[in-house]
């Protein structure tokens, strides 16, 4: 059985329902940020189609008017981006700041009620907390506007250059738009692979077992999205006494039968994997032996469950079971 795991902080709307097979690589989710990183991607590959517009033309000797006005366009393109994102990041900045000037208020009225004795220190220390990380990101907004700012205004005046360069097209021209090109591709590949951050597929082929976090849900970064398990194929864990795990060999069969009813009958299986290791036991005897040491010292033992049984468990993961081992076999 295997967890899906992504970065905490996400709410992500799942695209399966427990039950539900799936095979290896299939998205499972799509995370908060997917249709920003998206418009990202297309925003990169729009940049490529130009490069490569350019490069052709230079590689074809049709410069002049047309170039020109493509590079104005490219030119234009980026101080809008560039008014666009200054009215983004300042409109973070203000909600940071915002935010920042609410935490110290309350900090200011927590640290009176804490003199008054009317609330806990660790109350009082949470509003402090708050404070800090409002700070912390009123700071991280601001860096995030500087660093734009830069980088476009870097990009405008490249492109500025570019096009007084236009009058006259050399073989220097056609290898800077090549490597120009080739940068754009680069970006293309990193803006695909923050987008693949954003869809969460499934290591393996399985069956959805569990579905941890629903739509809204902040991911529990312990449990993960959801529960997944290869149920094409069961197995039976048993406990067995470090006193007899030496009669205990791969391939001997065993018969496995629910500890409380969980299926009729008994199945069958065989001795797949025996533990290296001898530990205190982590199952139960259940209320068949209330007098049971639970200190006892055993070994973990795998039976692979007999292909035609594996049907009739495969709803049933996590079941307590006993397992009788015919040691007389082999």
Do not use: W
């Not at 077992?209 to 039976?236: D, F, P, S």
């Not at 049984?309 to 040691?327: E, F, G, H, W, Y």
């Amino acid at each position: 059985m295997a967890h899906c795991q992504v970065q905490p902080g996400c709410e992500p709307p799942s695209l399966v329902e427990e039950g539900d097979s799936v095979e290896t690589g299939q998205i499972i989710a799509v995370l908060q940020g997917f249709e920003r990183r998206q418009r990202d991607l297309e925003e990169a590959q729009k940049t490529v189609e130009f490069y490569q517009a350019r490069l052709d033309q230079l590689k074809a000797g049709s410069g002049g008017e047309a170039e020109v006005a493509a590079q104005e366009a490219a030119i234009a393109r980026l101080e809008a981006q560039l008014r666009t994102e200054q009215l983004e990041r300042a409109a973070a900045i203000a909600s940071a700041e915002a935010d920042l000037r609410q935490a110290q208020q309350d900090l200011t009225r927590d640290q009176d009620l804490a003199a008054a004795g009317a609330i806990s220190q660790q109350a009082l220390e949470t509003s402090q907390q708050t404070v800090e990380t409002a700070t912390a990101m009123l700071d991280q907004r601001q860096a995030q506007l500087a660093n734009t700012m830069q980088t476009l205004e870097q990009q405008i005046s490249q492109e500025q250059n570019n096009l007084a360069r236009l009058r006259e097209v050399r073989p220097v021209d056609v290898r800077v738009a090549q490597a120009e090109l080739d940068r754009a591709l680069i970006a293309v590949e990193q803006r695909q692979a923050d987008l693949e951050d954003t869809q969460v597929r499934v290591p393996v082929a399985g069956q959805i077992l569990r579905i941890n976090t629903r739509v809204g849900e902040q991911v529990n970064t312990q449990e993960g999205i959801v529960e997944l398990g290869r149920t094409e194929q069961m197995y039976a864990i048993a406990e067995i006494y470090e006193t007899d795990i030496t009669r205990v060999q791969l391939g001997q069969p065993a018969r496995i039968t629910s500890e409380y009813g969980g299926f009729q009958d008994e199945i069958r299986g065989t001795v797949d994997h025996v533990g290296l290791q001898i530990g205190q036991r982590q199952l139960s005897e259940g209320s068949s032996n209330p007098t049971q040491d639970e200190n006892t010292r055993v070994v973990e033992v795998k039976i692979r469950i007999d292909p035609t049984d594996s049907p009739k468990i495969a709803s049933l993961t996590n079941m307590q079971v006993r397992v009788a081992i015919d040691v007389s076999s082999q």
